[in-house]
């Protein structure tokens, strides 16, 4: 499917009008103390030309990442061109279900366990530790980063590897943070998050 496609299916779409829209994605901003969640509805191709798929995801800007990422969110569905009142009454029940209005809420949402697709304990647990330190939560963010370094060891231990922590660049730039905290350099921490904020926006150009 083209993209001038997908652009225009998302058009289709009136509970989507208040929304941003590029690249195929329908987009609007969370904010909070300065930092950002985006809210994201995006469509893709399938195998099928006449049919499209669609996912709801967030995004924390203030993880750096240069693409969108959907590893917190979920699929709604594929559908065909002429399935489009069906496929915005299912959008419609993901924003009832899943809309959030702040960072507290989204703590709450993610601590649920939100289907998460990101492979390896440190970009699963990233959203959630940044957001910890966003909101100056910064006793449980260490504790969930204490956790997650626990974790690494114990499996690399048991799959017969070195016990130090992997080097995945997710888990640099936690541990990074973890030092930080540890130190109670707590503006430094958030300097960080806001370099990587800046750093994701103008990679996503939004």
């Given at each position: 499917?083209k993209?001038y496609?997908?652009n225009?299916i998302?058009?289709?779409?009136?509970?989507l009008n208040?929304?941003?829209?590029?690249?195929?994605?329908?987009?609007?901003?969370?904010?909070?103390?300065g930092?950002k969640i985006l809210?994201g509805?995006?469509?893709?191709?399938t195998s099928?030309?006449?049919?499209?798929?669609?996912y709801w995801?967030y995004?924390?800007?203030?993880?750096?990442?240069p693409?969108?990422?959907?590893?917190?969110g979920?699929?709604i569905?594929i559908?065909?061109?002429s399935?489009?009142e069906?496929?915005?009454?299912?959008?419609?029940?993901e924003?009832?279900?899943?809309?959030?209005?702040?960072?507290e809420?989204?703590?709450?949402?993610y601590g649920?366990k939100?289907?998460c697709?990101?492979q390896?304990?440190?970009?699963?647990?990233f959203?959630?530790?940044?957001?910890?330190i966003?909101?100056?939560e910064y006793n449980k963010?260490?504790s969930v980063?204490?956790k997650?370094?626990?974790?690494?060891?114990?499996?690399?231990?048991f799959?017969?590897k070195?016990?130090?922590i992997?080097?995945?660049?997710?888990?640099?730039?936690l541990?990074?943070l973890?030092?930080?905290?540890?130190?109670r350099q707590?503006?430094?921490?958030?300097?960080?998050?806001?370099?990587?904020?800046?750093?994701t926006?103008?990679?996503?150009k939004?």
């Open positions: 499917m993209l496609d997908r225009k998302l058009n289709t779409f009136p509970m208040s929304f941003n829209k590029s690249n195929g994605l329908a987009w609007r901003i969370i904010e909070q103390n930092f809210f509805i995006m469509t893709d191709s099928d030309k006449k049919c499209f798929r669609l995801f995004q924390c800007l203030y993880v750096p990442c693409t969108y990422d959907i590893g917190c979920e699929d569905g559908f065909s061109l399935e489009i069906l496929a915005e009454r299912k959008i419609h029940q924003l009832q279900k899943h809309s959030i209005h702040s960072f809420e989204f703590i709450r949402q649920k939100i289907p697709y990101n390896g304990l440190a970009n699963r647990f959203p959630l530790v940044a957001t910890l966003t909101l100056e963010a260490l980063l204490t997650i370094k626990a974790k690494i060891c114990i499996e690399q231990f799959r017969g070195k016990t130090s992997s080097t995945d660049t997710a888990m640099i730039q541990m990074e973890r030092t930080l905290l540890q130190q707590y503006q430094s921490a958030l300097s960080l998050l806001r370099k990587w904020q800046d750093f926006i103008q990679a996503l939004i």
